[in-house]
Every structure is written in structure tokens, then in C-alpha cells.
């Protein structure tokens, strides 16, 4: 965003030393978003807790403003009091300069269209890992009875004048965006809603837990298909939100990377069952305390593995590129298949530059069913290790890519620069600040 000033978008960073030491993680960027957007559902207070200092939170809190939202953050205590007992239309044009840093836009549709009859959502932003279509959550909308007019040039028209309605939807593929969309739009619409192919990440059960608080009916079945009866009005809420399991991990693969010893304050185990087996496979020690997981390397050789990312509870894409660093310092050959995004694998590039051996490949490799075998991506990933890394001059190009060539840069023998690194505010707060007091050297 345009308050970034060029100095404070670069990162010097001089590798080699293990990271060591004990830092806190906040809540799940990918479910306060969602949770603050649901607060537009009531026309009154609602209190979210353990909220992190990162960008998304920014720019969903000043959109609210823009439709007359009343939004305050604590940020020291990381609490966001939201106060929606008036709502607007926003002025098109000011949506459109904030949406472009974030895809939370889209889900303003359905509270919208219960608390105005329209909405305008402007062109999403996000992280460019792959075609990112809205199909199903348009769909979805329609199927609730909402009529969808793409021909502004700026964004999407989506109007209601008769209220949502109940449906039987079907999901081709358990997306997270769209599950949410359904949820926001059904909750108030009249009558049920039958969502089959339903995503069930635990950041969209906590958001199913903030709208049962507000007053919903919505059941989940163990076949993925969620059920929601509309009912007439929603109240306020107050929350603490689960912990950023993608921050944990990405926190994890650092000390793994660089031989440290990092004590994840927050951590959660339920959450990150999967990724801990991966964890341990690959040879990494952990400790669940009842407050935190502290992860560490044992020392000795670290051990090859194949994964492939899948929807939960399969190992979560968010998880997979900072994993990537630590896996060029294990002893062989390791895999990874991405079947969720088509085109997660551009930040390999600097790693390879930086001495990494990875090799990518347009064929699945690996076993899970994936929706890009007829497509011209490479998403697969051979690396081979362990291969020592030298530091680099490397532009950030994604959130988690950008995270991951600061976990390259801190296991790498001699200087770094890293450009762009303001990409990283939008899902890790205060970054810079958890990197010093794990003892590394920055500037
Ligand atoms: C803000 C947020 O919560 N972001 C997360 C969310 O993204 P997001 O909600 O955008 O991800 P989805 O689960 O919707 O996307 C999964 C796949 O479905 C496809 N798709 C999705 C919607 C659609 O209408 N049509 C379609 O084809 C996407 O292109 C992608 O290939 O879940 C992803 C999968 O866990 C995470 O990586 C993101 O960090
Ligand atoms: C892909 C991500 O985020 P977003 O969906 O917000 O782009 C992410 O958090 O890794």
C-alpha cells in the first residue's frame, strides 16, 4: 500500500546463525478477515480478540469504514471493536484502492446484499499463485437467488431486491472462499441451505463458531456437506480467534532451515497434526507445551520426504513453500506435488540461485487426484539436498514465497538483500521484531 516508504521495503540480512529463541503468534489471518466481514451481518457491536498487527486487518478494517462501518483496533491487545449498526454503499471508486491488496471483497456480498439489497465488489487482489477464478462463489450467489452484472469495467454488480433465498449448492472442488461466501449469504437467507463439497479448514469452523455465537443454525457432516437454516436476524459477537497455524509453521520451518530452536508462543496442536508428522518425518523435534510448541533441529542429517498439499486436513499449500527452504538441507531427494494452486513454485527460482538443487515438472508427481494434469504449470517440485545456500540479492514475489527467502537468507552463508519486503506485513506481524529477538542479524 502507498504508506510504505522505500526504505522500509528492503531487508539486509547477513545468515548463517541458528534462529533461537521463543516468539508469539496471533490469530489466523485467513480467519480474522472473514470474521471481521461477518460483523457486517448485525447491526450492532462486535468484540474479535487475539486479532495480528498485519496488513489484511488494515485493509479489511478500512473497508468496513467505507461502507460506515465504526472499526477500532487495539493493537496492543489485539482487539478490533466493530460497531455495524449503520452500513452504507461505499464510493466505488475509494473500494477499489484498498481491494486491490486483499480477495476479502468478495465476501462482503452476501452482508451486503441482507443489509442493502446490492453490493459492488472491485477487483480482487491477493497472491498471484495461480488463476484464482470467482466461478463458484458467483454461483453460489446466484443459486441463492442473487443476480450477478459483470459488465462494470471496475468490478462486479450483484443485487438482491427480493432477499437471499435457501439452495441445495454443490461445490466441484471444497474451496475455502467459496464455503465462506455460502456461510455469509445463507445465514440470513430465507429458508436452508445445503452446501455438499464443503471445505472444512479449522479457520472456516471458527468462523462457523462466530456466526453460531451471533445466533445461526449451521450443522457440518462428516461427508463435507454443511447445513445451514436461515434465520431472521443476527446479534453481535465476541470471540477469540484460533491461532495463525500457517505463521506457526512458517516460524517452525525457519528453525529447521537454520539449526535453531524457536518456541511458537500460541501454537496449537490440533491444527497442525499434519503438518507436525511431516515435521517429525523429515527428522525435526517438537514439544507441545500448554502454551505454545517449541520446534527444533536435533542436529545430525535431516531426512528426505514426498508430500503433496491437499485441502484439509491434508497437508495445507500455505505450508508448502517455506517447508521447501528446510527441505533443501535434508539428505536426498524430496517431492512436493502442489494439487491446490497451479503455479506455486515461482519462488524456487531464487532458491536455485542461491544454490538450491530444484527441478519442476508440469506431471503430477505424486498419487492425489489433481485438477492440473491437462495444464501448462509446473507443479511439481524434485529438490535434492542437502545443498549449501549463499546469499543473494531476491525480490519477494508472494506472501509465503517471501517468507521463505527470508528462511533461505537466514540459513545462507553471507549477505542478503530482500526487496519488497512489505509483502510479508500482509500475514506476519512484526516479522522484523520476532527476527531479532530470535538473534538474527538484520538491518
Ligand atoms: C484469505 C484466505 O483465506 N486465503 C486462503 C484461502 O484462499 P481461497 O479461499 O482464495 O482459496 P480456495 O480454497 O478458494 O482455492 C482453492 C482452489 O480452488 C480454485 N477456485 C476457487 C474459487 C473459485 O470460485 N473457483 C476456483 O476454481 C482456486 O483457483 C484454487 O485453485 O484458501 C487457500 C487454500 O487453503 C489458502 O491457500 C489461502 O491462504
Ligand atoms: C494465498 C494466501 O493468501 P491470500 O488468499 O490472502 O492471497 C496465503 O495466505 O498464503
Same mark, same amino acid.
Given at each position: 500500500m502507498s504508506d510504505i516508504k522505500p526504505e522500509d521495503d528492503v531487508l539486509r540480512v547477513v545468515g548463517g546463525k541458528p534462529l533461537s529463541g521463543?516468539?508469539?503468534?496471533r490469530g489466523a489471518k485467513n480467519f480474522v478477515s472473514k470474521a471481521m466481514v461477518a460483523a457486517l451481518l448485525a447491526p450492532g457491536t462486535s468484540v474479535l480478540k487475539n486479532v495480528p @498487527?498485519?496488513?489484511?486487518?488494515?485493509?479489511?478494517?478500512?473497508?468496513?469504514?467505507?461502507?460506515? /462501518?465504526n472499526v477500532t483496533?487495539?493493537?496492543?491487545?489485539?482487539?478490533?471493536?466493530?460497531?455495524?449498526?449503520? /452500513?452504507?454503499?461505499?464510493? /466505488?471508486?475509494? /473500494?477499489?484502492?484498498l481491494a486491490g491488496s486483499s480477495r476479502i471483497p468478495i465476501l462482503f456480498s452476501g452482508p451486503l446484499l441482507h443489509r442493502l439489497g446490492e453490493a459492488f465488489i472491485p477487483s480482487l487482489g491477493g497472491c498471484r499463485i495461480g488463476d484464482r477464478p470467482i466461478d463458484f462463489h458467483l454461483e453460489t450467489l446466484r443459486r441463492l437467488?442473487?443476480?450477478?452484472?459483470?459488465?462494470?469495467?471496475?468490478g462486479i454488480h450483484i443485487t438482491a431486491p427480493d432477499g437471499l433465498h435457501g439452495a441445495k449448492i454443490h461445490l466441484p472442488y471444497p474451496s475455502v472462499g467459496a464455503t465462506e461466501q455460502t456461510l455469509l449469504a445463507a445465514v440470513l437467507?430465507?429458508?436452508k441451505t445445503e452446501l455438499s463439497g464443503a471445505?472444512? @479448514?479449522?479457520?472456516?469452523?471458527?468462523?462457523?463458531?462466530?456466526?453460531?455465537?451471533?445466533?445461526?443454525?449451521?450443522?457440518?457432516?462428516?461427508?463435507?456437506?454443511i447445513r445451514i437454516e436461515g434465520v431472521e436476524k443476527l446479534k453481535g459477537y465476541e470471540h477469540t480467534a484460533l491461532t495463525d497455524r500457517i505463521e506457526a509453521a512458517s516460524w517452525a520451518s525457519a528453525a529447521l532451515a537454520t539449526r535453531g530452536d524457536i518456541f511458537v508462543k500460541g501454537a496449537t496442536q490440533p491444527e497442525m497434526m499434519t503438518f507436525l508428522n511431516v515435521f517429525r518425518k523429515i527428522g525435526g523435534e517438537f514439544e507441545v507445551r500448554d502454551d505454545g510448541i517449541r520446534f527444533w533441529h536435533p542436529g545430525g542429517d535431516l531426512k528426505p520426504v514426498a508430500i503433496e498439499t491437499d485441502?484439509?486436513?491434508?497437508?495445507?499449500?500455505?505450508?508448502q513453500q517455506p517447508l521447501v527452504v528446510a527441505l533443501t538441507q535434508a539428505n536426498g531427494l524430496s517431492i512436493v506435488h502442489e494439487t491446490v494452486y497451479e503455479n506455486r513454485f515461482g519462488f524456487t527460482k531464487p532458491l536455485v540461485q542461491?544454490?538450491?538443487?530444484? #527441478?519442476?515438472?508440469? @506431471?503430477?508427481?505424486?498419487?492425489?487426484?489433481?485438477?492440473?494434469? #491437462?495444464?501448462?504449470? @509446473?507443479?511439481s517440485a524434485v529438490i535434492f539436498g542437502p545443498t549449501p545456500l549463499t546469499g543473494q540479492d531476491i525480490d519477494v514475489p508472494d506472501l509465503r514465497g517471501g517468507f521463505s527467502h527470508l528462511i533461505a537468507a537466514l540459513a545462507a552463508s553471507g549477505p542478503s538483500t530482500v526487496h519488497g519486503i512489505s509483502l510479508i506485513d500482509r500475514g506476519y506481524a512484526d516479522f522484523r521484531g520476532k527476527l531479532r529477538a530470535l538473534g538474527a542479524e538484520i538491518e
Amino acid at each position: 500500500m502507498s504508506d510504505i516508504k522505500p526504505e522500509d521495503d528492503v531487508l539486509r540480512v547477513v545468515g548463517g546463525k541458528p534462529l533461537s529463541g521463543q516468539i508469539k503468534v496471533r490469530g489466523a489471518k485467513n480467519f480474522v478477515s472473514k470474521a471481521m466481514v461477518a460483523a457486517l451481518l448485525a447491526p450492532g457491536t462486535s468484540v474479535l480478540k487475539n486479532v495480528p @498487527e498485519i496488513r489484511d486487518v488494515r485493509v479489511v478494517s478500512d473497508l468496513l469504514r467505507l461502507h460506515g /462501518v465504526n472499526v477500532t483496533f487495539d493493537g496492543d491487545r489485539g482487539i478490533v471493536t466493530i460497531d455495524a449498526s449503520h /452500513v452504507d454503499l461505499a464510493d /466505488v471508486a475509494d /473500494v477499489d484502492t484498498l481491494a486491490g491488496s486483499s480477495r476479502i471483497p468478495i465476501l462482503f456480498s452476501g452482508p451486503l446484499l441482507h443489509r442493502l439489497g446490492e453490493a459492488f465488489i472491485p477487483s480482487l487482489g491477493g497472491c498471484r499463485i495461480g488463476d484464482r477464478p470467482i466461478d463458484f462463489h458467483l454461483e453460489t450467489l446466484r443459486r441463492l437467488g442473487a443476480t450477478v452484472n459483470k459488465e462494470h469495467a471496475d468490478g462486479i454488480h450483484i443485487t438482491a431486491p427480493d432477499g437471499l433465498h435457501g439452495a441445495k449448492i454443490h461445490l466441484p472442488y471444497p474451496s475455502v472462499g467459496a464455503t465462506e461466501q455460502t456461510l455469509l449469504a445463507a445465514v440470513l437467507a430465507d429458508g436452508k441451505t445445503e452446501l455438499s463439497g464443503a471445505a472444512i @479448514e479449522p479457520e472456516i469452523m471458527d468462523l462457523i463458531c462466530v456466526l453460531q455465537k451471533m445466533g445461526a443454525i449451521i450443522s457440518v457432516d462428516v461427508d463435507r456437506t454443511i447445513r445451514i437454516e436461515g434465520v431472521e436476524k443476527l446479534k453481535g459477537y465476541e470471540h477469540t480467534a484460533l491461532t495463525d497455524r500457517i505463521e506457526a509453521a512458517s516460524w517452525a520451518s525457519a528453525a529447521l532451515a537454520t539449526r535453531g530452536d524457536i518456541f511458537v508462543k500460541g501454537a496449537t496442536q490440533p491444527e497442525m497434526m499434519t503438518f507436525l508428522n511431516v515435521f517429525r518425518k523429515i527428522g525435526g523435534e517438537f514439544e507441545v507445551r500448554d502454551d505454545g510448541i517449541r520446534f527444533w533441529h536435533p542436529g545430525g542429517d535431516l531426512k528426505p520426504v514426498a508430500i503433496e498439499t491437499d485441502v484439509h486436513p491434508g497437508f495445507m499449500t500455505d505450508w508448502q513453500q517455506p517447508l521447501v527452504v528446510a527441505l533443501t538441507q535434508a539428505n536426498g531427494l524430496s517431492i512436493v506435488h502442489e494439487t491446490v494452486y497451479e503455479n506455486r513454485f515461482g519462488f524456487t527460482k531464487p532458491l536455485v540461485q542461491m544454490g538450491a538443487t530444484i #527441478q519442476l515438472y508440469r @506431471e503430477c508427481l505424486g498419487s492425489l487426484p489433481c485438477r492440473f494434469q #491437462q495444464r501448462n504449470f @509446473e507443479h511439481s517440485a524434485v529438490i535434492f539436498g542437502p545443498t549449501p545456500l549463499t546469499g543473494q540479492d531476491i525480490d519477494v514475489p508472494d506472501l509465503r514465497g517471501g517468507f521463505s527467502h527470508l528462511i533461505a537468507a537466514l540459513a545462507a552463508s553471507g549477505p542478503s538483500t530482500v526487496h519488497g519486503i512489505s509483502l510479508i506485513d500482509r500475514g506476519y506481524a512484526d516479522f522484523r521484531g520476532k527476527l531479532r529477538a530470535l538473534g538474527a542479524e538484520i538491518e
